[in-house]
């Protein structure tokens, strides 16, 4: 028998493997993609207040304000500072203000060495790259956030894999022997 020219099914299947192959990289890119793209590991600034913060003796050491030890870029904007034991306010000429410490090298009596009470706001920045928990908490939300797509990859390579085995059960059939004649 003359086969020149046909195509056989080895190939064919071998060439409808290869689109199927390439068809699951190319889904599984795609949803690589976009999860990468809709991630933000970047920085954000972030904000608190405090009200009534009452300071320990107020000396040329200064004060931090409470909490805002760790923070990165921290910037500090009082709106009231008076004096814990007489209610006066304090005048800015007596303190400085440093990232969220405040300086009193310059307070004069009776304000040095006296207990302030501080009111204002603070910002700071927060890098999300070393926040490890929240990136593994976000994680995990977004995996079970996305069930849905990933129900429909399990589908698709589900019917992949039939029509793959359909193939290899038809071209097992197709290989067996032919009778050549009575």
Same mark, same amino acid.
């Given at each position: 028998?003359?086969?020149?020219?046909?195509?056989? =099914?080895?190939?064919?299947?071998?060439?409808?493997? =290869?689109?199927?192959?390439?068809?699951?990289?190319?889904? *599984?890119?795609?949803?690589?993609?976009?999860?990468?793209?809709?991630?933000?590991?970047?920085?954000?600034?972030?904000?608190?207040?405090?009200?009534? #913060?009452?300071?320990?003796?107020?000396?040329?050491?200064?004060? #931090?304000?409470?909490?805002? /030890?760790?923070?990165?870029?921290?910037?500090?904007? %009082?709106?009231?500072?008076?004096?814990?034991?007489?209610?006066?306010?304090?005048?800015?000429?007596? +303190?400085?203000?440093?990232?969220?410490?405040?300086?009193?090298?310059?307070? *004069?009596?009776?304000? =040095?060495?006296?207990?302030?009470? %501080? *009111?204002?706001? +603070?910002?700071? /920045?927060?890098?999300?790259?070393?926040?490890?928990?929240?990136?593994?908490? /976000?994680?995990?939300?977004?995996?079970?956030?996305?069930?849905?797509?990933?129900?429909?990859?399990?589908?698709?390579?589900?019917?992949?894999?039939?029509?793959?085995?359909?193939?290899?059960?038809?071209?097992?059939?197709?290989?067996?022997?032919?009778? /050549?004649?009575?």
């Amino acid at each position: 028998m003359d086969k020149r020219g046909v195509l056989g =099914l080895d190939i064919a299947k071998a060439v409808i493997m =290869l689109f199927l192959i390439i068809a699951i990289i190319g889904v *599984t890119l795609i949803i690589v993609l976009a999860s990468i793209s809709n991630s933000n590991v970047a920085d954000s600034d972030e904000s608190g207040s405090f009200r009534n #913060q009452t300071t320990l003796a107020m000396n040329t050491t200064g004060w #931090q304000i409470t909490g805002t /030890t760790n923070y990165d870029d921290c910037v500090v904007s %009082l709106t009231n500072i008076n004096n814990a034991s007489t209610g006066e306010d304090i005048a800015t000429g007596n +303190y400085t203000t440093s990232a969220c410490f405040i300086n009193a090298s310059t307070a *004069t009596a009776p304000y =040095l060495n006296g207990v302030w009470n %501080l *009111t204002g706001t +603070y910002t700071y /920045t927060i890098d999300k790259s070393k926040d490890i928990k929240n990136n593994i908490t /976000t994680g995990v939300t977004l995996l079970f956030s996305n069930t849905g797509t990933i129900f429909t990859i399990l589908g698709v390579v589900v019917i992949i894999s039939a029509i793959a085995i359909i193939l290899v059960v038809v071209s097992k059939f197709g290989a067996g022997t032919r009778s /050549t004649g009575l």
